[in-house]
């Protein structure tokens, strides 16, 4: 999941994005564009595809149409869950996200499709749990 850790922009920015009413949206989750609607991202989600952060748990059966998603701002920092134990020497490497749309796969290796840049830890290492900022 990510979490907003510092907000640089004076006030954080929501806004509605329409989404198919079947689809699943996850708080926390990044959130892409897949044919002009907002579907959680995957390990192949790309940085132009970002829509924001989810704001709002929908289910299919829900029927909604639009989901709330926080906007992304340079210089943003987010407190994400990784895949891997948290490692300071990451620091600076570029990053995909990981078996769902809340977690980042953060290997030790910098992927040149990385939508988030590792700029700290946060917590015990074992709580895999790193602060990024989306690569704009």
Known sequence: ???QSVIKNPSRSLRDVAKASAAVTTKGFVLQYTNGLAVQGDN???RTEVIGVCNKTISAVDAETV???IDIFEKDV???DSTNNSNAAHNGQLMVLGANAGLVNNTGTTAAAGIVQQVGVYGAAADRKILVQFVQ
């Open 78 to 80: 987010w407190i994400a």
């Open 1 to 3: 999941m990510f979490t």
């Open 67 to 69: 989901v709330p998603v």
């Open 44 to 46: 192949g989600t790309t």
